[in-house]
């Protein structure tokens, strides 16, 4: 059977049940990048909590978002509650040797209990914001308050503007500031409880136009939209 035979399966999203249009999503969107979140609240006891609704948006200005899920009785996380008090957060990327203490800074602890110390993980103070880094994090972006959109009763978007980064010094050339992917060792988070790490790499170069026509006219082929 080829794949165009496979056909797909339809879903209405107005049919279905939030918990089912969230797997699908999750399922789908992957890998996600993960951003375990430092803040501090207003008495300065630090929070950290892994988010794999996270991506970059933009790069000038560098613009990152986080999709925070309130808990079930519409209270905040804490880290919703921390970046409303102080407008900052830092996100520092997940490698492989963090993936367990990431877990850990999930568990639902009270607000008053630092989940760093619980994994095991090291607060470096922030140079920016107020909230620490992680020194085990290959990478971590200090992030302003942007812009909050408030989806639905339960949800809110976070974007944050980063207003500066700390790279682990083997993984970045300062001069050029070429990241070496390779080094960073980032997972990403797939549907349920799955994980992908990013060892297996690839390279391929964007066409440009110019190279696009050149292959077709090597192939023989007629570009009557040719510029
Ligand atoms: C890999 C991973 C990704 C997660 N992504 C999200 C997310 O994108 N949004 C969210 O609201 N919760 C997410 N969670 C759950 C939160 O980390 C969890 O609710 C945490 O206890 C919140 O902590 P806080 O109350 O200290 O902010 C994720 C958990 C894991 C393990």
Known sequence: MSSADVGHTHFDFAHLSGRDKYKLIIGTVIPRPIALVTTVDENGIVNAAPFSFFNALSGDPAIVAIGVENKANVDFKDTGRNIRVTEQFTVNIVDDAMVEAMNICAVPFPPDVDE?????????????????????????????????????????????????????????????????????????????????????????????????ITKLKNKNMATEWEP
Request: charged residues 20%; glycine residues 10%; hydrophobic residues 40%.
């Open 116 to 212: 760093l110390e619980m994994a095991g993980l090291t607060a470096v103070p922030g140079v920016h914001v107020g909230c620490p880094r992680i020194l085990q994090s290959p990478a971590s972006l200090e992030c302003k308050r942007y812009l909050t959109l408030a989806v639905g009763k339960s949800r809110e978007i976070i974007l944050g503007e980063v207003v500066g980064a700390f790279i682990r010094s083997d993984s970045v050339d300062p001069t050029n500031k070429h990241v070496d992917q390779a080094r960073m060792q980032a997972v990403g988070r797939l549907g349920g409880h799955d994980y992908a790490s990013t060892k297996d790499q690839f390279t391929l170069p964007t066409i440009s136009l110019e190279d696009w």
